[in-house]
């Protein structure tokens, strides 16, 4: 009888405490943080501060869409400066924020969704351009623009390439359809989007020569259980082609 109770008492004590689960991921609110970074997080208005449905993008798109099929509520903001909402994101307990390059010495700081997309360094060229590359090096003898304090520029420079340097990179776009320059040395998805908003299209990547993959960084605070949940729901999304929809309405 007694054997008997126990299993009984144990037995509802595993599904209260599952219940419990439940309820504590139903009741989580993650706090999501992000920057201007064209086009994966951008305010409407473009400035520098926007919250909730004022901000578009990308990643904001594919987050907004994974924290709905997971199930878990969540706020966004879009601030200013980069290092600012990082910080929060390390140190606040239900914090995250995105997109992140997921590099190895950030790998042990956080818990890590994605990944969301690419930030690549590529050269564009005009879409008859003959130019042909395997390596920077080839790249040398080519007129090349950039846009000025990008590390994209400062790479660049560091290996001796003298980039012409813009002060918008949108700016590369129209001087390559011009002639004024041979290459584009710019991120992709963003020197694709920036071209298509100044209505310049039909151009391609000639090298590809940094590869990263941007994801969303959540505080370690946050339960495995939930980073799960985000994790599957983007996989899911991913399978059905919804990521690449998603790329396909901004690009």
């Known amino acids: 009888m007694l054997k008997r109770l126990l299993v009984v008492v144990a037995s509802a004590s595993f599904l209260l405490g599952g219940i419990a689960r439940a309820a504590e991921t139903a009741d989580t609110s993650l706090v ?38 997971a199930g878990i509520n969540y706020s966004l903001t879009l601030r200013f400066p980069w290092e600012r909402i990082y910080k929060l994101a390390l140190k606040q307990p239900g914090y995250g924020v995105f997109v992140m390059a997921r590099l190895p010495d950030r790998e042990p700081l956080f818990k890590w969704v994605g990944p969301i997309g690419p930030d690549d360094w590529i050269m564009l060229a005009k879409g008859d351009s003959k130019i042909n590359l395997q390596s920077l090096e080839q790249a040398r003898k080519y007129k090349i623009g950039a846009y000025k304090g990008d590390a994209i520029a400062e790479t660049l420079t560091k290996q ?19 002639g004024q320059i041979d290459l584009w040395a710019t991120g992709d998805p963003a020197g694709r989007y920036l071209a298509k908003q100044e209505g310049i299209g039909g151009l391609k990547t000639v090298l590809r020569f940094n590869s990263a993959e941007l994801y969303l960084a959540l505080n370690k605070d946050v339960s495995d259980e939930v980073v799960a949940k985000l994790q599957a729901a983007l996989d899911e999304m991913r399978k059905e082609g919804l990521v690449e929809e998603i790329m396909g309405r901004y690009l």
């Open 32 to 69: 999501l943080l992000t920057e201007n970074f064209p086009p994966y997080n951008m305010a409407k208005n473009g400035k520098n501060f926007a919250q909730g449905e004022n901000i578009d993008g990308i990643a904001v798109d594919i987050v907004r869409e994974m924290f709905k099929r």
């Open 160 to 178: 001796g390439l003298a980039p012409q340097v813009v002060l918008r990179d949108q700016d590369n776009a129209r001087k390559l359809v011009a």
